[in-house]
């Protein structure tokens, strides 16, 4: 009877996996989360990025304040330095695990407002991140554009966590082709949906997955891809931070929390941030 019952179990888990592995289907009609509801729309000529719907949210540590969209044009030979920042944080069952964190690229461009591009996990209203479901088809994927008020003030003013703002080192011709080659990838999700996957397609390799295809071999495998947490150090490894020092003095003079709560309702606060860091 044991032994049925086992077997029963097993062959349900099976069917299981299989239907969220090979049946389910990505899509983009569903009712999303506060902020995950509008993608961006992308139109590319050349070297002309067009992006309808940059999410301009506004949050207070009690939450949202504001949500407005804008709509911005890049021009990608104006872009003149590529940020890289980490956000770690604590999430069950993985307490006090180091390899826990959310990565994002932030593009300054000449004579605008820098631009951040954030990828996410595209949760349904009332639903939150679960790194196990995270591997089950549970979440689509979204890549948000983004102003840094939004994105990294929501970090650190709501959520309250530290972030580490690296300016990166390297060809600024690589930095355009990484730009164009994320607003592609971006605006095929609007067509085509795909799953957020915690160990395949997350925050972290999902960015790697686009720099290779702008500099073939530039990322390779390595842990940071699985664990977001260590990827600071494996860009600080790979050459892509400036080593006048140490990593940990890297990562010192590299933490942002306080400066942005400081400053996020500044007319000039991606200026403000930046004098502040210093950067080499």
């Known amino acids: 009877m044991l032994r049925r019952l086992i077997a029963a179990i097993a062959a349900l888990a099976c ?25 961006p729309h992308i139109t590319i000529s050349g070297d002309l990025v067009d ?3 940059v999410r301009d949210f506004r ?14 044009a890049f021009d990608v030979q104006r872009l003149e330095r590529v ?8 999430i069950a069952p993985l307490y006090g695990f180091a390899g826990v ?19 996410e996990s595209r949760r349904t209203r009332g639903q939150g991140y679960d790194p196990i479901l995270g591997l089950f088809n549970e979440y689509e994927l979204m890549y948000i554009w983004g102003t840094e008020q939004d994105l990294t003030g929501r ?13 990166l080192v390297g060809s600024l011709d690589a930095a355009r082709r990484l730009f164009l080659d994320l607003a592609v990838v971006s605006r095929d999700l609007e067509t085509q949906p795909r799953f957020y996957n915690t160990l395949t397609s997350n925050c972290t390799n999902e960015l790697a997955k686009v720099a290779n295809s702008a500099q073939p071999g530039s990322i390779p495998p390595n842990i940071a891809l699985v664990f977001p947490g260590y990827a600071a150090k494996e860009l600080y490894d790979l050459g892509f931070m400036a080593h006048d020092a140490p990593f940990e003095r890297v990562r010192q003079r590299s933490a942002i929390t306080a ?3 400081a400053t996020i309702d500044s007319p000039d606060f991606s200026q403000q941030l930046r004098q502040r860091l210093q950067a080499p």
């Open 83 to 90: 940020w890289f920042v980490e956000e770690p944080f604590t």
């Open 101 to 119: 964190a959310h990565t994002y690229f932030v593009f300054d461009f000449a004579d605008q407002s820098p631009v951040a591009v954030s990828v």
């Open 155 to 167: 970090r650190a003013v709501l959520e309250k966590n530290q972030l580490y703002m690296y300016p």
């Open 15 to 39: 069917l299981w996996l299989a239907y969220r592995w090979f049946i389910l289907q990505p899509t983009n009609q569903r009712d999303w989360e506060y902020g995950l509801a509008t993608l």
């Open 51 to 53: 992006v309808q719907h």
């Open 259 to 261: 400066a942005v709560t």
């Open 59 to 72: 949050w207070s540590a009690d939450g949202p304040r504001s949500s407005d969209y804008v709509d911005r």
